[in-house]
């Protein structure tokens, strides 16, 4: 079934319980390029997933930090998706889970949310496995205390996600009692598996293409930016 966006605000407004999956397309119109548009990151480079692999990052440590290096966007503010999603917060049952690794739903306070690939903004050390901060990393790949190889919190092809990354994921997706996905074309794995916990039929999807899900869901095809401002 197909919504418009005033239809999709309403269910938002009269539901009390509301698990909220994001992906790229929530963060685009904070200037943040999604990853596989033509436009997006990974638009003139021939092998990304290599670039973002834990094998890249243990045999060529220099190429990896030089592609990771264009994903931050330190100066880069939420938009009004995010600003909603945390103000929802304060009134109703809300959780996000989310594929981003921007950490723009935590400047804008959410609190409930589960950074399912992690965050660009926790860096930890390889060597000593002290934490540093991102500024630290952005200057560059070694550790200024030990010598140590850095390297963002994220979730790089060819590593697994941890059993409470998982776990919190889908406790947050079984409370909803309206799921919504935002921005994401809900295809990479495990994320989108994650629909398969949702303990109710009130499902909801937001985006600028259609998507294709294994479950019966609303449909509103437009950019979240449309629907958020309404609310």
Request: net charge negative; with cysteine; hydrophobic share 35%.
């Amino acid at each position: 079934m197909c919504s418009t966006p005033a239809q999709a605000v309403a269910k938002i407004q009269s539901a009390q319980a509301i698990t909220f999956l994001t992906g790229a397309g929530v963060s685009t119109a904070s200037g943040i390029p999604d990853y596989r548009s033509l436009n997006g990151v990974y638009h003139d480079l021939e092998a990304p997933e290599y670039l973002l692999s834990r094998d890249c990052l243990e045999a060529e440590p220099k190429k990896f930090y030089d592609f990771v290096l264009r994903l931050y966007h330190p100066k880069a503010q939420p938009n009004v998706i995010h600003q909603k999603i945390a103000e929802l917060e304060k009134t109703k049952s809300v959780w996000t889970v989310s594929q981003n690794i921007d950490g723009l739903h935590q400047k804008a306070g959410s609190r409930h949310l589960v950074n399912f690939h992690g965050s660009l903004y926790h860096c930890q050390c390889r060597k000593c496995g002290k934490s540093v901060p991102c500024q630290e990393y952005l200057k560059s790949d070694r550790h200024a205390g030990c010598g140590g190889q850095l390297r963002p919190e994220i979730v790089l092809y060819g590593e697994g996600f941890s059993q409470s990354v998982l776990d919190q994921a889908v406790t947050a997706v079984a409370q909803g009692d309206l799921i919504v996905i935002v921005g994401t074309s809900f295809q990479v794995h495990p994320f989108c598996d994650l629909i398969h916990y949702a303990a109710t039929d009130q499902i909801m999807a937001i985006n600028q293409t259609a998507l294709s899900l294994p479950v019966p869901f609303d449909m509103v095809q437009c950019s979240g930016e449309e629907v958020f401002s309404l609310l």
